[in-house]
């Protein structure tokens, strides 16, 4: 039976005051401790040396240790510099007396406390490394899946090969048995009633070929998207000529029983942005790992665009690329992120676990996943219109991108930045951004219009 791998500060802590490892003592207390560090071909090396590293790699392992004892050393290494934790005296040369002393981390000083009440705080994990590599467990709710746990370590070049393979050993990959029962749809966000059945074939006038545009306006009747932010909308358009504009922008983008928009994609990879596509089809996007796919096109079953993510090969860090290509080998058939009716919908079709939220900086710190088990709601076209009557109010503008963080949690539980993903996508409802950007830059007060609120009140009735 499995249990849940220990925190290491306060599990480190215990271990010390335990007495029970030879040469394991604080040399200052609660702040400075030694760790016997002897290499394994000296003469004089024997198993008690290895004793505080294979008590580790038992406990975040979940039973017996296996393989060989450098291994449990340099992961028991990396896990320390993963906490913060600093060498002050490297006396591994030593004759009579190898060891090394390390220096509690100042921000954890707390959990080396027991009355302290926060115990495991993450560190700036990333200073001065180029990758995270992932340190041993599966989640256990993510049993059926790739996923890659939120613990990482750092491992010294001369071991990322070793806990790469680790890593990539222990990714569960099974058959589905996926529980949507934890996951709550934000307020306001809930299925509506007599909706048109989501992830069904493009609707009558739903445009899935590219557009041509004539001015202002597509051929389907879509307003001309602009591929960076409009900047001085307000300059040109007061007070009712920008309601007019506006007005008329939203009756083009609500056409019935759906809403009109593409879609601008752009994938990164650790926050570096590898890929950006713009996707005409308003029916949506199959997100895909296919190198062979030089371009977007249609897929004629489903009706959706097919993009596909670039390859990491160009990657000059070889372990993040490696871990980057297993979670695109596992992505399958995609991720779809469509329009159906006025509902914008998403759906995993593969075995590498999504999440998604409404912003990049979101720091409520719990994950949302994207279902397998039926496409799912994440956005509705009403809630967008009701954070339109709430801007013109004074509250904040509506939001007009999905965030998606593929093979990791997002938000992440320990408020990780999502640019610390190894692949986070961004995909923009691009005639939504036209019509925040047409609010945000003439301003709350040139909307202040009641013909302009009731139009809205009764789209928000009609959707």
């Known amino acids: ?26 040399t200052k207390q609660q702040t400075e401790f030694c760790i016997p560090w002897k290499h394994a071909l000296r003469q004089d090396s024997s198993d008690i040396d290895i004793l505080i590293f294979k008590a580790w790699a038992e406990a975040s392992g979940n039973g017996p240790a296996q393989g060989d004892p450098s291994v449990w050393k340099r992961n028991f290494r990396s896990a320390l510099r993963a906490k913060g934790f600093k060498l002050i005296a490297d006396n591994k040369n030593d004759a009579a007396n190898p060891h090394k002393v390390f220096r ?5 000083a707390s959990a080396a406390n027991p009355s302290a009440g926060s115990q495991d705080r993450e560190p700036d994990l990333f200073e001065g490394y180029v990758l995270p590599i992932q340190e041993s467990e599966i989640v256990p709710y993510f049993d059926d899946c790739l996923f890659l746990p939120q613990e990482t370590v750092f491992s010294e070049s001369t071991g990322n090969q070793d806990i790469l393979q680790k890593c990539l050993k222990e990714l569960n990959i099974g058959p589905e048995t996926e529980d949507t029962s934890g996951f709550k749809a934000p307020p306001g966000q809930q299925q509506p009633e007599n909706q048109v059945v989501i ?12 557009v041509t545009f004539e ?55 650790r926050g570096v942005k590898v890929s950006e596509q713009m996707v005409e089809n308003e029916a949506g996007v199959r997100l895909v790992y296919r190198p062979e796919l030089t371009r977007p096109i249609l897929d004629q079953e489903s009706g959706l665009t097919l993009v596909s993510l670039p390859s990491p090969g160009a990657m000059l860090d070889r372990t993040q690329a490696n871990l980057t290509q297993r979670i695109l080998d596992k992505l399958g058939d995609g991720l779809d992120v469509g329009v159906s009716g006025h509902v914008v919908y998403g759906q995993r079709r593969g075995e590498t676990r999504a999440f998604w939220s409404f912003s990049k900086f979101d720091q409520s710190r719990q994950p949302q996943e994207v279902s397998k088990l039926q496409p799912q709601p994440l956005y509705l076209f ?7 009557l709430e801007f013109i109010d004074g509250k904040e503008s509506c939001p007009c991108s999905l965030f998606f963080c593929l093979g990791e949690k997002w938000p992440d539980p320990d408020n990780r930045p999502l640019e610390r993903k190894l692949i986070t996508l961004e995909v923009v409802l691009t005639s939504l951004e036209l019509l925040k950007n047409m609010a945000v830059g003439g301003g709350a007060s040139s909307l202040q219009s009641v013909e302009l609120q009731m139009s809205l009140e009764e789209m928000m009735e009609l959707c």
């Open 199 to 210: 992830g069904a074939p493009a609707l009558p006038g739903q445009q899935q070929y590219p």
């Open 104 to 108: 509690w981390p100042e921000e954890a």
């Open 215 to 269: 001015g202002a306006v597509s051929e389907a009747g879509l307003p001309e998207q602009p591929a960076h932010p409009m900047v001085g909308a307000g300059e040109e358009a007061c007070g009712g000529q920008l309601v007019e504009q506006f007005l008329d922008t939203m009756n083009k983008t609500n056409d019935g029983d759906h809403f009109k928009t593409q879609f601008r994609v752009s994938v990164f990879y």
């Open 1 to 26: 039976m499995s249990h849940s791998k220990p925190l290491l500060i306060p599990w480190l802590q215990t271990q010390i005051n335990s007495g029970k490892y030879p040469g394991v003592h604080w």
């Open 382 to 388: 009403r809630d967008f219109l009701r954070g339109i």
